[in-house]
Nanobody, 117 residues
């Protein structure tokens, strides 16, 4: 069955870095646009970064531009989110998402990222 398993979250001090990973299985990973979303307490889920099927096109929320980098390894069925210069405002549950056209939309269970001193 379809699985998206996030890892790499945790507690980090402001200014620190984390690298999130999302391992995919159960579908043809290379055919799907991959996204990272986040949801902070009391807020709506928002898209953080997206990457095209080949990795050639990426996009970012304005709040993370220049600090976060999304990448993918289609040979390993894995998407990554490198997060640098983390701020307390980045504290949220981060979710991996796979979109295949209009019909297919898969979510991971999420990984907690907490930025605090």
């Amino acid at each position: 069955q379809v699985q998206l398993v996030e890892s790499g979250g945790g507690l980090v001090q402001p200014g620190g870095s984390l690298r999130l990973s999302c391992a995919a299985s159960g579908f043809t990973f290379s055919n799907y646009i991959m996204n990272w979303y986040r949801q902070a307490p009391g807020k709506e889920r928002e898209v953080v970064a997206s990457i095209s099927t080949t990795g050639g096109i990426t996009s970012y929320a304005d709040s993370v531009k220049g600090r976060f980098t999304i990448s993918r390894d289609n040979a390993k069925n894995t998407v990554y989110l490198q997060m640098n210069s983390l701020k307390p405002a980045d504290t949220a549950v981060y979710y991996c998402n796979a979109k295949g056209g209009l019909k297919y939309n898969y979510w991971g269970q999420g990984t907690q990222v907490t930025v605090s001193s």
